[in-house]
């Protein structure tokens, strides 16, 4: 079958018919040149756990199972919407996916019994999917390489801080009224976004906006296309083979996961440890996550810094290579099992319970800036597949994040705050040193990539 590359269908010239270098995006169409100004909840369901566990009657481990199959949503969304994205473009997979998205809310909220709910959650985190996956991939259309920094800073401070703050805000919800009112709230919230975006986001991605254009030139036929069977077939199949024949893709993929699983493990292992040692209520339990916010917050804040760092590498490695976005990151790894080690041995009593707490800012801290590098490491190596790289890097984080919850609460029970939070530390230790492996040895196997080497022809 022919390999068709998506992101850019070639049309053969026949008279009248334009060609490429004949048709252009105008300065106003391009969304690179696009001004400034146009440029620019889920996991409040874990606060929630132990009153759905109790109004169905199930144990928390099967309650718990609404987190796991919102993530396996969430895992298995990207491999479809974000390579459709590179086909029909981005704005057209945001009106319909988000729109279903908002309506499963009601679901969640109205939902009889656990086994709906779990379905209503499934189908929840399949179409919030491209939040995540496709707005990377609008970045990379809107932002030139060497400004990216910044805005991808901001998604990824959203990406997270959303749901390190949902547990708390889920938490003063189901005290003061009911846990169907979280979902409530996500309805609202989510509902007020998808209508903005209905009325102020334009099309992002260029390749679409030029085949648009096409359409409407004299001689166009839609005959000179590749079989949409075919395209369908080479995007759709597209993330899995980049992830498991790319090695910077699934080694950084897999260090990302390993992180983003440790992030969703604590939403579950915080309870045990503040609840259950402490004695916290649900609501002020919530406010430990406070530690992981401020070190995200932080991070966001020096992200223009970061961006000099880039600067200053781009320089020394004599042009815009993909390597120079991991410097920080060789030094910035090792915050994670730095912040693992000293929750290990000082969250319980009887050491204060802010140590804890402020354990958490390195955590929140290195997260961010990991999640900013390795994406933007990720975009620069593979340009106009971004979104398909993304979407690889998603499913599995997203398939860690579902599957950590499952076995954290036994997990500490077994092990106890200590040794259960020293294992997880020791594998970051682990693999805290991948960024220095591709800052050295990145450009040699990047010659070997033929994703990269495409893409360079296709972003020319």
């Not at 979902?183 to 609202?188: D, R």
Request: glycine share 8%; aromatic share 14%; charged share 10%.
């Amino acid at each position: 079958m022919a390999n068709f590359p998506a992101p850019r269908v070639d049309i053969e010239a026949k008279e009248p018919m334009p060609t490429d270098q004949s048709i252009q995006l105008e300065e106003q169409e391009n969304p690179r040149r696009w001004p400034a100004g146009k440029k620019c909840m889920d996991l409040i369901y874990t606060a929630a756990i132990p009153s759905i566990s109790h109004a169905y009657g199930c144990s928390s481990t099967v309650a718990t199972l609404g987190i796991t199959t919102f993530l396996l949503g969430f895992a298995s969304g990207p491999l479809l919407f974000a390579p459709l994205s590179e086909v029909w473009g981005r704005n057209t997979i945001f009106r319909v996916v988000l729109g279903l998205f908002v309506l499963f809310q009601i679901g969640c909220a109205l939902a009889p019994n656990v086994a709906s709910m779990i379905v209503f959650r499934f189908f929840s985190g399949f179409f919030g999917s491209p939040t995540v996956t496709n707005s990377g991939g609008s970045i990379t259309d809107i932002w030139p390489q060497d400004n990216r920094s910044v805005p991808l800073a901001l998604f990824s401070a959203a990406s997270f801080l959303g749901p390190v703050i949902a547990p708390t805000v889920g938490g003063f919800i189901c005290q003061y009224t009911s846990w169907r009112w979280n979902f409530w709230v996500v309805l609202i919230l989510s509902g007020l976004c998808y209508g903005a975006m209905m009325v102020f986001l334009p099309e992002t991605y260029s390749h679409k906006l030029l085949m648009d254009k096409k359409r409407c030139m004299p001689g166009y036929s839609p005959a000179n296309q590749p079989p949409v069977k075919e395209m369908l077939y080479t995007t759709l199949t597209r993330p899995w083979l980049m992830l498991f024949t790319e090695p910077i893709l699934f080694l950084l993929s897999l260090y990302m996961a390993l992180v983003y699983g440790i992030l969703y493990l604590d939403f579950t292992a915080y309870p045990v440890v503040y609840r259950e040692t402490r004695g916290w209520s649900a609501s002020i339990a919530g406010l430990s996550f406070l530690g992981i916010c401020v070190g995200m917050a932080i991070a966001t804040l020096i992200s223009p810094y970061v961006n000099r760092i880039h600067g200053i590498y781009v320089r020394r490695l004599g042009g815009p290579q993909p390597e120079a976005r991991l410097p920080h990151l060789i030094v910035i790894s090792w915050l994670i099992p730095v912040s693992l080690f000293w929750f290990a041995w000082t969250a319980s009593p009887p050491t204060h319970w802010i140590s804890g707490i402020v354990a958490g800012v390195p955590f929140g801290f290195g997260l961010i800036l990991l999640f900013l590098g390795i994406t933007s490491y990720l975009t620069d190596c593979y340009g106009s597949f971004g979104a398909s790289a993304l979407a690889a890097n998603a499913v599995l984080r997203s398939l860690f994040g579902a599957v950590f919850p499952l076995f954290s609460t036994s997990l500490y029970h077994s092990l106890g705050t200590s040794w259960a939070t020293s294992l997880l530390g020791f594998v970051a230790l682990a693999m805290a040193p991948l960024p220095w492996v591709f800052y050295r040895f990145g450009p040699r196997i990047r010659s070997r990539s033929k994703y990269h080497l495409r893409t360079r022809e296709y972003d020319q």
